[in-house]
């Protein structure tokens, strides 16, 4: 049986707030925010329309990094002892998009509470398992993606090895497929 999300659930950056999922915080007027669509991502900006991104175009290549500026690529894995994303300055969600070719660098303004490490790495693999069997549009159903989420949240944060971070991407992809 899978459990239910309210708003407020997270992995990582990754949150419902009003019923929408989204990386970043999306409870503060005029932040930054990655909001997973039916249709794809759509960047949310202060003063701005934002940008959308339809799911096909995106391609392989999905990773987080820390820091004010999308190049802060050193950051991307700067944690604490115990476990937590160490930078607080905001957040860049990097993709390689397709039709044309091109890298894109999504921003977010993170929430007040901080990020275990280990739910991050889940949220990317989460993402790479579904672009590599061509599902991620499943992220823009907030049911399925909640029930993704309440798979992959909670759990040890040490000792994460690649092999351990897909094989939970894919039973958690099982999971909300099976409800």
Do not use: C
């Amino acid at each position: 049986m899978t459990r239910m999300v309210e708003d407020g659930a997270s992995l990582g950056p990754l949150q419902l707030t009003d019923g929408r999922w989204g990386v970043g915080d999306a409870s503060r007027p005029g932040t930054h925010w990655v909001e997973f669509r039916p249709g794809g991502l759509h960047q949310h900006e202060p003063d701005s329309e934002g940008r959308s991104i339809p799911w096909s175009r995106i391609m392989t290549g999905v990773w987080l990094t820390w820091g004010k500026h999308p190049w802060n690529t050193n950051n991307r894995g700067m944690y604490t002892l115990k476990g937590m994303v160490a930078e607080r300055t905001g957040g860049w969600m990097h993709l390689t998009l397709r039709h044309p070719y091109e890298d894109q660098q999504l921003r977010f303004d993170q929430h007040e509470h901080p990020y275990r490490a280990v739910d991050a790495l889940r949220l990317e693999n989460l993402l790479r398992q579904l672009i590599d069997e061509g599902r991620l549009h499943l992220l823009g159903d907030p049911q399925w993606a909640g029930r993704a989420v309440a798979y992959l949240t909670g759990g040890k944060n040490s000792w994460i090895t690649n092999r351990a971070l897909r094989r939970v991407a894919k039973e958690a992809i099982a999971t909300a497929d099976g409800a």
